[in-house]
């Protein structure tokens, strides 16, 4: 099988409205005759089910928390850029187009990412208009600041809590087609398997996640908006239920995965400080607009930090890039942060952290400007630390954050099986191997606000769709498959728990595909991942029933996919013989310790076709052409 | 790493077996709990005793884990979301409780919040006020330009101050006549403060209204307990604020 992008020939400026008017269209009254499955609710899920409805398809929503508003959008908290160049700091649609497929470390596909940037502004407009609580100045117009990768002020946000308000804003607009029957909502559900009939996506099974009961919908195509696997990592900073499933299962069905191992680790966390922990929690990179990274210049210097004084401090951000200081793009700031408690100059009880002072930008702005930009992350800081940033700097750490790899889709993101759209996180396509902060918002709500809805009716105006009922005999199959494995990790009975086995996958992922990775972890890695899933399969305890809400049992399940899921993960990072943005293999680096990209060999989409548990995947590539912005060793220096 | 005393803990939790069963309180240890473990970690760590011993996990609900998702509840020692004001379940922590003590778990209760298992209720109640007029009606498409809504910065606070409600329900369990006003309150006053959709707004706080009646929440009498619960610290002047709405709206509404 060659893999198609599909991305419409011409100049990159005319690219997508000329596919949009080349696009076939529905006419309004035949929309109302389709069924169209979300999954996940996130921005992207809840964004394209509004859009879908309003035009009058019928929507079926599923989502695994109990509500469509929990989806883990919610908890993020910078901002969201566009190019609107309202500051008038010569920002452009064509900056922001660079500076993303730059800040990819130049492993995206340059025809999305345009077509991203295109669509920014009008995520704005769409969002301002449903009522969403952007900052303002006096004036009433909006604010903006910066974000990590970028030297003008795009970002738009409300307080630390821009993905909360984004996300209601499009929860509200998918209510009111639950309101007007157009959108029907299922809630804790978790999808088990795809439904695949004639080659084409026509349906899902999940479980009701209350009754235990395996239930099935058919429809004419599936989109994915089911998030990113950071969790398999065990801490990171998604929500408990984030999870891998449903675009593994989507995988094993057919659907290709693009560049697993471009993950990405968020440089300021709150640092890991126990066994207990079930996760990390993110301190937003905003906050690099006004704090200031710093170590000890001593190695070993245990003083308190307000006792060691400004010569003997390292704010080696600033020292080693002066263009764009503490707001370094994300991989370059954790990749520092690394080296950093790796020389020794760590702070904190275990040495695995740094310094993210405020006490200048207090100095400058006085304490109530700073609780005004940031006040809920302060709070959330102390409570979780018992610290009080307003008096002491906080202590920052990586953590795995948010995942670029995913399902590989085309121009039309659609994956390589007819009828499954991705979208959102879910999906790989347009943050390259590094995504820059506040982009992950744009690309969620351009997905499904801007993209699906047109491309969705492309697909249904010209695939020849026969009718599918949920008592197909493929519905069937799958659900034996789903209570037969059900039935499965509830016999073995074994002494060791899902979270367990969650928790050893996790600490081997980080040190052997974290934050930095060599042949030698790898390889050893893809020796222990197979015998860690054999054993799960042997000795798991999952208690309680099926037939139940089964807390357990769910983990349980998520857990044996991310066994799975971890070994193509890693057999892709092996394969990648060159560092690139997130991906930084200690092989291949500079004189000075920065990603080296090999694009002789490299420039391209890994895309891996599944071919069965334990079997290797059979990879293809989709070759990488930049055209508009030329490739270069990234500097910020 | 500093040694930090682990604390030992009772606990006495309402396990329910589902919807239609009595439900009961059991009493159980928590051992060994790092203070700076937050609650929900706590209860995790209970947990995954429980499953050693072949026994079942208690179900409880949690997302984020940062305290915006609004998926944790939990009445502990008889106050939603704990002892600390303006913080979430999930970000309270041990070092708030003393070695030995006792501390009892409970579900939110309420006649709207029907109890599903254990200390997991459904709150869908929740989505169908929004369902009802919670929203600004506009589809997607080519809105004007952001910047031609001006919104001064005073009135854009004091809408994200009511837009900040995390939909968590813990105003509800908080109130004697177990009220969603403040939820409904905080939704209908962020809306209102904004030039954004006025041309419904009559329609929409009657309408979230007469669903939250309809849906079996109580009335409002001033207890205040609602604010002195809510995670997100969202005041009770949001309540006036629909009051004044609602009443506008029965006297002046041309529907």
Known sequence: ?637 | MNEKKKLNLTLKIWRQKGPGDAGRFVECKAENISPDASFLEMLDVVNEGLVKRGEEAIAFDSDCREGICGMCSLVINGKPHGPELGTATCQLHMRTFQDGDTITVEPFRAKAFPPVKDLVVDRSAFDRIVAAGGFVSVNTGNPQDANSILIGHAVAEKAMDAAACIGCGACVAACPNASAMLFVAAKVSHLALLPQGQPERMRRVAQMRAQMDAEGFGNCSNEYACEAACPKEISVRAIARLNREYLKASLCSEE
């Open chain 1, 1 to 637: 099988m060659t893999l198609d992008p599909k991305v419409p020939e011409g100049p990159i400026e005319q690219k997508w409205d000329k596919h949009r008017f080349n696009l076939k269209l529905v006419n309004p009254a035949n929309k109302r005759k389709f069924e169209i499955l979300v999954v996940g609710t996130g921005l992207a899920g809840s964004s394209a089910a509004a859009s879908l409805a309003e035009l009058g398809y019928n929507v079926k929503v599923f989502c695994i928390q109990d509500s469509p508003r929990r989806a883990h959008s919610i908890a993020a908290q910078g901002g969201i850029n566009a190019a609107k160049n309202y500051p008038n700091d010569g920002d452009s649609i064509w900056r922001l187009f660079y500076d993303t497929v730059k800040g990819g470390d130049f492993r995206s596909r340059e025809a999305n990412v345009y077509r991203l940037a295109q669509v920014s502004n009008n995520i704005i407009d769409q969002c301002v208009a449903q009522g969403v609580p952007f900052a303002r100045e006096y004036g009433g117009t909006l604010s903006n600041r910066s974000f990590g990768g970028a030297q003008v002020s795009r970002t738009f946000y409300a307080r630390g809590q821009t993905g909360q308000q984004l996300l209601l804003g499009a929860y509200q607009a998918l209510m009111r087609q639950v309101g007007r029957g157009q959108v029907q909502m299922f809630p804790r559900r978790e999808l088990l398997e795809l439904v695949v009939v004639d080659g084409a996506a026509r349906g899902i099974v999940c479980r009701n996640l209350i009754t235990g009961k395996t239930e099935s919908y058919a429809g004419h195509a599936v989109l994915l908006c089911t998030g990113g696997y950071g969790n398999v990592f065990y801490l990171s900073t998604n929500a408990m239920a984030s999870n891998v499933s449903a675009t593994w299962r989507a995988h094993k069905k057919g659907a290709f995965f693009a560049n697993p191992c471009y993950t990405q680790i968020h440089p300021t966390c709150i640092p890991v400080s126990g066994d207990y922990q079930s996760k990390l929690t993110l301190m937003s990179e905003s906050l690099r607009n006004d704090g200031r990274v710093w170590v000890p210049k001593k190695k070993g210097d245990t003083r308190a930090p307000r006792q060691i004084p400004e010569e003997e401090r390292d704010y080696y951000l600033e020292r080693k890039y002066p263009s764009f200081g503490n707001l370094v793009p994300r991989d370059v700031a954790s990749r520092n942060a690394k080296q950093m408690t790796d020389e020794g100059r760590g702070v904190g009880e275990t040495g695995l952290s740094v310094y993210l002072d405020f006490s200048d930008a207090i100095k400058r702005l006085g304490e109530e400007k700073i609780k005004e930009k940031y006040g809920n992350l302060f709070d959330m800081y102390h409570h979780i630390t018992s610290e009080n940033p307003y008096q002491v700097p906080m202590r920052i750490y990586p953590a795995v954050h948010y995942t670029m790899g995913g399902l590989w889709v085309d121009y039309n993101l659609m994956t390589t099986i007819p009828g499954l759209f991705c979208l959102g996180e879910a999906n790989f396509s347009d943050h390259g191997a590094n995504r820059l902060g506040a982009s992950a918002l744009m690309q969620g709500l351009s997905d499904g606000y801007f993209v699906a809805p047109y491309t969705l009716g492309g697909y249904l105006a010209s695939a020849k769709l026969g009718a599918v009922q949920s008592g197909h005999p493929a519905f069937r199959e799958a659900e034996r498959a789903v209570e037969e494995r059900i039935k499965t990790l509830l016999a073995v009975k074994g002494k060791k728990t899902a979270v367990e086995f969650h928790r050893d996958l996790g600490r081997l992922l980080w040190d052997d595909c974290g934050m930095a990775r060599n042949a030698k972890g790898l390889k050893e890695a893809l020796a222990k991942i197979p015998a860690m899933r054999e054993e799960f399969w042997k000795n798991v305890d999952v208690t309680g029933s099926g037939e139940e809400l089964n807390m357990t049992l769910e983990r349980a399940g998520r857990v044996a996919d991310y066994l799975e899921f971890s070994e193509l993960m890693v057999r892709d990072a092996l394969h990648r013989e060159e560092s690139c943005g997130g991906h930084f293999r200690e092989e291949y680096q500079t004189a000075d310790g920065e990603a080296k990209r090999d694009d002789e060999k490299f420039s391209y989409v890994a895309a891996w076709e599944f071919k069965g548990v334990g079997q290797d995947a059979q990879l293809h590539k989709e070759p990488l052409a930049f055209e508009n912005v030329h490739l270069a060793q990234r500097s910020y220096a």
